[in-house]
Nanobody, 126 residues
Framework: QVQLVESGGGLAQAGGSLRLSCAAS????????IGWFRQPSGKEREFVGA????????YYKDSVKGRFTISRDNAKNTVYLQMNTLVPEDTAVYYC???????????????????WGQGTQVTVSS
């Protein structure tokens, strides 16, 4: 069993930055890929990006490429989502999720994950 807890959300101005953290419990964290998702109010959840278990491979949704960076520190059981040049359209509840590293992009693209965090709100003001 793995528990995921997101933190670091809050209010930012357009053009600003925030760093989200996804802290995990459980010994299997280093074997799992981690995905980041977001759900704007009244809209469907969308897959933002992900990182493989080793951190060697990452994936980003087109609209966040060049602005968001995902990294992980397996020694700390933590994955980070660095968000720069924020725009109001980034406003959403952000979730992290964990799943098998093999085929992680395809799995997360279909919203398939073994474990989910509770989410953290990010609000970007114009």
């Amino acid at each position: 069993q793995v528990q995921l807890v997101e933190s670091g959300g809050g209010l930012a101005q357009a053009g600003g930055s925030l760093r989200l953290s996804c802290a995990a419990s459980g010994r299997t964290f280093s074997t799992l890929a981690i995905g980041w998702f977001r759900q704007p109010s009244g809209k469907e959840r969308e897959f933002v990006g992900a990182i493989s278990s080793t951190g060697d491979n990452t994936y980003y949704k087109d609209s966040v490429k060049g602005r968001f960076t995902i990294s992980r520190d397996n020694a700390k059981n933590t994955v980070y989502l660095q968000m720069n040049t924020l725009v109001p359209e980034d406003t959403a509840v952000y979730y992290c999720a964990a799943g098998p590293s093999q085929g992680f992009v395809d799995r997360f693209s279909y919203g398939l994950a073994l474990y989910w965090g509770q989410g953290t709100q990010v609000t970007v003001s114009s």
